[in-house]
């Protein structure tokens, strides 16, 4: 007799509130919007989001990298120790200027390993394939083939 009872909500009501929350709540962003946001508000939640940002931010720079080295025609460790110069300091500068990320906090060693030798291969591969698509004259004018099948012989001439 004493007690209050709880009037049940229809439905209907249900669902405008819901409408209400969802309207006043910000929109959930993906982790590639988030990552193109300035101090995108990364956080221990969010950790394994960031290293697939990192991840990809690598990639991109691993890429670019290898097209460019093979357009310029960039040849040898040179190349090599320039793209690991590229990409380590890329993305330091994404992490800890762009995204404003404590690296304390997250572990700087796992930042700076996570996809980094995916990048190594894929930068290889770019920058091989791009320099002999573009120096392939250059690069093997002083190797003449001859023969067929097994036959087949090398001669190095100095150029």
Known sequence: MGLIQKKK?????KA???EVAAAAAPPK???FQKALIRDG???KESFPEFLEAVYWVRQIIALVCGIVWGVMPLRGMMGIVLFLGANLGGTYVYYGKYAAVDEEDFGQVIITQEGLWTSVGLFMVTWIFTFTLFNAGESFSGVAVEGEGRGVVCKLSAT
Do not use: D, I
């Not at 909500?9 to 009501?13: A, L, N, Q």
């Open 9 to 13: 909500k229809k439905p209907s009501e």
């Open 16 to 18: 405008a509130e819901a």
């Open 29 to 31: 962003l993906t982790p």
């Open 41 to 43: 508000g990364w956080n």
